[in-house]
């Protein structure tokens, strides 16, 4: 029940050749859609970009919005820092277990 979609500040050019890197180097398939936002009307809009970076360096954040469009996390990374797809899921799946149920979920949780 969860879509995810990605913002760049790249063309999509330089998607399709992340995608085929990612793909690649992390045995994966990247299946969701990655935004090209070159002219970074919705950066700037949203200060994703690092005022003390060059134009084109994302600070990398992350929002999980819910079917209500309320804003439940944000988790903003530096660029040095990768990401891992599996907390994003990890936390995903708590805040759809603790909609549902009056509890709270300890760091590293995982589901089941």
């Excluded at 970009?49 to 600070?59: E, F």
Aim: glycine share 4%.
């Amino acid at each position: 029940g969860v879509k995810a979609i990605a913002l760049s500040v790249d063309p999509v050019e330089s998607h399709h050749k992340w995608i085929e890197d990612i793909n690649e180097t992390q045995n994966t398939v990247v299946n969701f859609p990655i935004i090209a936002d070159a002219d970074r009307k919705v950066s700037d809009l949203y200060d994703l970009i690092h005022p003390n970076a060059s134009d084109t360096l994302t600070v990398r954040s992350l929002f999980v919005i819910d079917p209500n469009k309320k804003v439940r996390l944000t988790i903003t990374y530096p660029a040095s820092t990768g990401r891992n797809f599996n907390e994003i899921l990890r936390v995903i799946d708590s805040l759809q277990l603790t909609d549902n149920h009056k509890v709270a979920t300890p760091g590293n949780w995982q589901d089941g």
